[in-house]
């Protein structure tokens, strides 16, 4: 079998596999790289030392059996007998449902999600999107702090697991999209410095140096993360990515690594004969990362859309804090304008980061299933000093609403796990880290960040305590018993409507029209023949519809069709979706 590294600071390498070792030879033909035949097969250990250093795993390792600080493992992707016949399946139209694997079920592992994907078809999402699966220290996180990027986090089932997931979920008619991060890894069990720069103190991150992309060294670099996610798509048969904080992937150069990274996948995508995805996660707003290369720009197919969320959240819960503040000075003018423009920050001044930020979307150019729309995230519900979701504050009536707002906007819908049935669990920060300096850091650092807003430091979960990941596992049994029953069945009826009603998957976002009252708390829009009304104030609300014939397609609480006056009635902290020929 032929092994290589990419290690351009070494003198020598030695490859370990085993129990056996041999001297790599240089790469002639490739500066940098070492390369040279071992006997393995799939499951051979093996690890790479440089000149005289310990052994350490393959940068491009595909498992890691003993988490990241072990050996690597060969793995043989050709042995695993693939069931599903599956042609993929785009954005346009699609609900996406994000999945944290290790609090999906309790039992945390690739194998008991896959159990649970019946459920998602009959919710009627059309897209799983994994939160992160590479190998972390430890047994239990969120994943956003993996290393081996080429890797399945072993305590989730390793890459036999993820490929009986994708093969399920794809038996199933379920896309699978997976969230990987390229912008940091890991603190611990992180060696690529050690063989090459693929650090750069030329730009820094909330998370350190960044990645090198643009300095001396960048090219291999580049080519890592281009095949690490060339290899989740095409090993592994995931149908998009999700990408991490693209806004900190520091470029310089002429030819941006994302745009890079989108040809590549679209040339996948061509080779393979499927619909392949990428959505960015960014937040500055900026109408290059969705727009093709065609008209310069960076060529992703969506990002998400915090704005959306913003506007939501501060209209459902009054909240003001830090990045909430522009969106509560009047939520259902941000609401109106994010429902027709996209962003609510498109050139405007933003207080929160003290300066204009966001560029206006063409709305004539970029269509709506470009920006996904969420009222919850892991994000936004986990980086909350106490992980508590919307369903812990707000009646059962306002959640209805928020999920009319999320499911009938212009964008791509997009779930977090347990929001359906209004979870009672929360889902709070947590770890696992096995080096103690660095979990009492986090630990102290946690709760030091949120006692500058006033919380006690024993009101604030502590990451290391296995009861904190415990807290956040979904409870399986809440959607068999009300209110949860009730709210999974309002939301299994409004993604219904989406199949059923082609205005709500038109991708014109020009076309939505809005219309609001911000002291009666009501908000209208129309998108095509059908009309959207949530009413988020607690007396009844009328909504002027005009005249006309009215169908009601679906209502949180019974009403009745507008009467000569052109008003609907719409009772307090409810909603209802109407078709208006």
């Known amino acids: 079998m032929q092994f290589e590294v990419w290690a351009p600071q070494a003198d020598r390498v030695t490859l370990h596999c085993d129990g056996a070792t041999g001297a790599l030879e240089r790469d002639p033909q490739r500066a940098g790289w070492w390369s040279g035949q071992a ?52 954005l346009p139209g699609a609900v996406l449902y994000e999945l944290h694997v290790g609090t999906f079920t309790r039992e945390g592992t690739l194998d008991a999600a896959a159990a649970r994907l019946e459920h998602l078809v009959e919710l ?50 379920l896309a699978v999209v997976l969230d990987v991060v390229h912008n940091h890894l890991g603190p611990s069990g992180n060696y690529l ?40 798509l095409r090993d592994y048969r995931i149908d998009g990515l999700r990408l991490d904080a693209v806004h900190a992937l520091h470029d310089t150069r002429a030819r941006h690594f994302l ?86 920050h498109d050139g405007t001044y933003s207080s929160f980061r003290g300066r204009v930020h966001g560029r206006p979307l063409d709305r004539a150019r970029v269509a709506g299933h470009r920006l996904l729309g969420y009222s919850q995230t892991h994000d936004q519900i986990g980086n909350r000093a106490q992980g508590d979701r919307l369903a812990a504050h707000l009646s059962p009536g306002l959640l209805a609403c928020a999920a009319a707002l999320t499911l009938t906007a212009p964008f791509t819908p997009m779930l977090f ?11 709070q920060f947590f770890t696992d880290h096995t080096d103690p300096e660095l979990a009492e850091a986090v630990r102290r650092g946690r709760r030091r960040e949120f006692a500058q807003h006033g919380w006690a430091e024993e009101d604030v979960p502590d990451p290391q305590d296995p009861a904190t990941r415990e807290r956040s596992c979904l409870d399986w049994s809440e959607p068999d018993r009300e209110p949860h029953a009730r709210v999974l069945a309002w939301y299994r009826r409004l993604i219904a409507l989406r199949r059923e009603q082609p205005d709500l998957t038109d991708p014109d976002l020009a076309d939505t029209k809005v219309a609001h009252d911000a002291e009666a708390r009501w908000l209208a829009f129309r998108r095509g023949d059908v009309r959207v009304a949530v009413n988020l104030g607690k007396e009844p609300a009328a909504i002027p519809l005009g005249t006309g014939r009215v169908e009601v397609l679906a209502a949180w609480d019974p009403v009745r069709a507008p009467g000569p006056d052109g008003l ?14």
């Open 568 to 581: 609907l009635q719409v009772p307090g902290e409810s909603c209802v979706v109407l078709i208006q020929p």
């Open 124 to 173: 009627g999402v059309t897209h799983v999107e994994l939160m992160p699966l590479c190998p972390f220290p430890g047994r239990h996180g969120w994943g956003y702090e993996g290393v081996s990027l080429w890797a399945v986090h072993e305590p989730y089932g390793g890459p036999e697991a993820l490929k009986r997931f994708v093969d399920r979920a794809h038996e199933l008619g």
């Open 417 to 427: 796990m347990g929001e359906e049935w209004a979870a009672g669990t929360p889902w």
């Open 259 to 344: 745009e890079e990274l989108s040809a590549a996948v679209d040339g996948l995508a061509d080779e393979l004969g499927r619909p392949l995805s990428l959505i960015a996660e960014s937040d500055l707003n900026d109408p290059r990362f969705i727009t093709p290369r065609t008209e310069n720009g960076l060529g992703l197919h969506a990002q998400w859309n915090d704005d959306f969320h913003h506007a939501v959240h501060t209209a459902l819960t009054g909240e003001s804090q830090a990045y909430y503040a522009d969106f509560a000075r009047d939520p259902f003018a941000a609401l109106a304008k994010t429902l027709t423009g996209g962003y609510f």
């Open 193 to 232: 410095p050690l063989f090459g720069p693929y650090f750069t103190d030329t730009h820094h991150t909330p998370w350190g140096s960044a990645v090198n992309l643009d300095a001396p060294g960048s090219d291999e670099v580049r080519a890592f993360l281009v095949g690490s996610a060339l290899a989740w």
């Open 39 to 90: 006997r393995a097969r799939d499951g051979s250990r093996y690890g790479f030392a440089l000149d005289d250093g310990p052994v350490l795993p393959d940068p491009r390792s595909r498992r890691q059996p003993d988490g990241p600080d072990g050996l690597s493992a060969v793995v043989d992707h050709g042995q695993y007998a693939w069931r599903a016949v599956w042609a993929g399946r785009g």
